[in-house]
């Protein structure tokens, strides 16, 4: 089994800072692509920023220029840093994970969301 936890999250003013954070364990044999999506109330899941295993990433055109995505490949983690921070960048912070297990299985494992609220 594979489990991914996050945390960092918390409430924040407009052009404010924080910053997420992620860290898979279990079974792991390696980590194809790690990343970070994000759920407002009544929107659909949407996706934040992505960085793959040799180190290339994609953002969301929303947040290209604040949000900068990391990735320590020994720790299994993944980190969002996100400076500038909108009020609509308030949503529920999901992690997210393509993992190749011990077992030679690809699991799309995802964590339980940390919430952000960026508010005056």
């Known amino acids: 089994q594979v489990q991914l936890v996050e945390s960092g999250g918390g409430f924040v003013q407009p052009g404010g800072s924080l910053r997420l954070s992620c860290a898979a364990s279990?079974?792991?044999?390696?980590?194809?692509?790690m990343g970070w999506y994000r759920q407002a109330p009544g929107k659909e899941r949407e996706l934040v920023a992505r960085i793959i295993s040799g180190g290339s990433t994609n953002y969301a055109d929303s947040v290209k220029g604040r949000f900068t995505i990391s990735r320590d490949n020994a720790k299994n983690a993944v980190d969002l840093q996100m400076n500038s921070l909108k009020p609509e960048d308030t949503a529920v912070y999901y992690c997210s994970a393509e993992i190749v297990s011990t077992t030679r299985a690809t699991i799309q494992s995802w964590g339980r969301g940390t919430q952000v609220t960026v508010s005056s």
């Open positions: 279990g079974s792991i044999l390696w980590i194809n692509v």
